[in-house]
Nanobody, 120 residues
Framework: QVQLVESGGGLVQPGGSLRLSCVASGTIFSINDMAWYRQAPGKGRELVARISSGGNTNYADSGKGRFTISRDNAKNTVFLRMNSLKPEDTAVYYC??????????????WGQGTQVTVSS
């Protein structure tokens, strides 16, 4: 069993900042890519940022220059620092990780989501 648990969402004013965290736990042998996705009301889920186990990153155009993804491999944790937040960043943010399990096999896992609301 593997679990991803996000934290750090909330209500913030336009121009503000938030830092999301996601901790993976369970029968983890190793973690490959970790990523953040988001889903706004009435829209599909979209990639926000991704980071490889070696630290290579890529970002959706919407977050370039404002968002920073990072990870702590020793703690199985991925972070998303979001600056200069805009109302259009309002969404449920989901953590995603591609994980090798003890006993063999890989799985693509999702967290339960954390709400980010940008509003004055």
């Amino acid at each position: 069993q593997v679990q991803l648990v996000e934290s750090g969402g909330g209500l913030v004013q336009p121009g503000g900042s938030l830092r999301l965290s996601c901790v993976a736990s369970g029968t983890i042998f190793s973690i490959n890519d970790m990523a953040w996705y988001r889903q706004a009301p009435g829209k599909g889920r979209e990639l926000v940022a991704r980071i490889s186990s070696g630290g290579n990153t890529n970002y959706a155009d919407s977050g370039k220059g404002r968002f920073t993804i990072s990870r702590d491999n020793a703690k199985n944790t991925v972070f998303l620092r979001m600056n200069s937040l805009k109302p259009e960043d309002t969404a449920v943010y989901y953590c995603n990780a591609y994980i090798a399990n003890y006993g063999g096999g890989y799985g693509n896992y999702w967290g339960q989501g954390t709400q980010v609301t940008v509003s004055s």
